[in-house]
């Protein structure tokens, strides 16, 4: 009995010990991968008469490779190596505080956007040109996202109530939505790049508006990413009620997405025309 106890208490140790002392170098590689990648970007805009165009383009190139192999180093550690053990709420939550971490601090990289083009309504407005910005395709995109973030909260739902079959149905129609989406943002740009000549270059308005709609397209790139891992493994059975860490930090991962691109309707699209 003495021995059983002993032992017992050696894995309760144990097990408090991985999960307070989660350790791993992957957060890092992607950190200074985005790092690189902004790096690279800045200078590319705003120093190419600086700096040789090799280095920017170099940056970028390697911050991104630094940067997907980082998250995707993370995410198969934290949840796809680890998925066959058991799933204690503890390291649930570990991994839902990280995302909203994270999240937070996603915040300030589109703040400073935010703050760039609330700078360019305070001088002389409307700037030339001003393109229509506001049109059916915005509205037609952000009934899309809406519905988006509607179907993998319902699915989350549904694997909670062990409903698989509903849960696998609203998560594709999640990943559906979140295509189209992106295909819907592809057109636009070519709307306004072939037909509008409204670029990057087009003053202050060009380069506020596609570095904000670019930064979130970049957002919903790796969101659909995560989403068709997650809708993979879901179809080898890999969630349950118990274990729905990956569909939890998606799923917020999601809605914040959502809510930056409402606002950047609001501000961008109408503000423009206000």
């Known amino acids: 009995m003495a021995e059983s106890t002993e032992v017992a208490s050696a894995h309760a140790s144990e097990g408090e010990h991985d999960e307070h002392d989660h350790r791993s170098r992957w ?5 200074v991968g985005a ?8 200078l590319f805009f705003i120093g190419r008469d600086l700096v040789p165009t090799l280095l920017p383009t170099s940056l970028v190139a390697a911050g991104a490779i630094g940067l997907v192999v980082g998250l995707a180093g993370w995410a198969n550690e934290a949840f796809i190596a680890g998925y066959r053990k058991a799933a204690g709420t503890g390291t649930r939550d570990l991994y839902t505080n990280a995302m909203v971490l994270f999240l937070v601090s996603d915040v300030a990289t589109f703040s400073a956007g935010f703050v760039y083009y609330a700078f360019i309504r305070a001088g ?30 319902y699915g989350h739902e549904a694997l909670e109530d062990g409903d698989r079959r509903k849960f696998l149905g609203l998560l594709g129609a999640t990943l559906l939505l979140g295509v189209v989406f992106l295909g819907g943002q592809a057109y636009e740009y070519y709307e306004l790049l072939v037909e509008s000549g409204f670029t990057l270059s087009s003053g202050v308005l060009g380069s506020a508006f596609f570095g ?3 930064l979130h397209g970049l957002h919903v790139s790796l969101g659909v990413v995560l989403i068709a891992i997650a809708f993979g493994r879901a179809l080898r059975g890999h969630y349950s009620p118990e274990r729905d860490t990956a569909i939890r930090t998606t799923s917020l991962y999601w809605h914040f997405v959502d809510a930056v691109w409402i606002l950047l309707v609001v501000v961008l699209y109408v503000g423009s025309a206000v």
Request: hydrophobic share 55%; no cysteine.
């Open 27 to 31: 957060p890092l590689v992607a950190a």
């Open 35 to 42: 790092a690189g990648l902004y790096l690279g970007a800045g």
């Open 124 to 153: 002389a407005w409307p700037p030339d040109p001003l393109p229509d910005l506001l049109g059916s395709l915005v509205v037609v995109n952000t009934a899309l996202l809406l519905a988006s973030s509607v179907t993998i909260h």
């Open 212 to 214: 904000l709609t670019g």
